[in-house]
Structures are given as C-alpha cells and as structure tokens.
C-alpha cells in the first residue's frame, strides 16, 4: 500500500532505538522533522491527492486514524471560519 516507502510509527516506542537494532542494519532511514507550523499546510495537499492513514494502511485502524485527522481537520476549519 505504501508504494516501496515504508513508515514507521511509535508502535514500538522508541522508534530510533528499534530503527538501530541488528533487525534493520543493512537498511539506511532518513528522519525527516516537519515543523509544526507546515503541518495544516502538508495535511491538506496530502488530503487533496487523496493520501491519507487509510489509504497508506489499508486497514481498519487506518480507517480509524483517518476520519479522526478529518475530523480535526473540519472543526479547525469551522473553527477558522468563525473567528473571522
């Protein structure tokens, strides 16, 4: 589902410290760190060409994730919108 590039959540806590076990030493990994002030931004072109945890997982805890970010991602707007 994720097209050759491969994510890696906190689903074992310490991401880097599993990153550097014996399991993944012939593999090379970027971290990239996204300011937080860019997030909305990334989050809305990736929603635009349809790239969400759903599509990325394609399982039912993606699905969960997915209408959880759309739903921040609809009040944020709302929310927005009334404050003008």
Wanted: contains cysteine; positive net charge; proline residues 1%.
């Amino acid at each position: 589902m994720q097209n050759g590039a491969f994510l890696v959540s906190n689903f074992y806590g310490d991401v880097e410290k599993e990153l550097l076990s014996s399991k993944y030493s012939s593999i090379d990994f970027h971290k990239i760190l996204i300011r937080a002030d860019l997030y909305c931004d990334i989050f809305k072109a990736l929603r635009r060409i349809n790239i969400n945890s759903k599509v990325i997982y394609g399982d039912l805890p993606g699905l969960s994730k997915k209408l959880k970010m759309d739903m921040i991602y609809y009040s944020k707007i709302a929310f927005d919108s009334s404050a003008k």
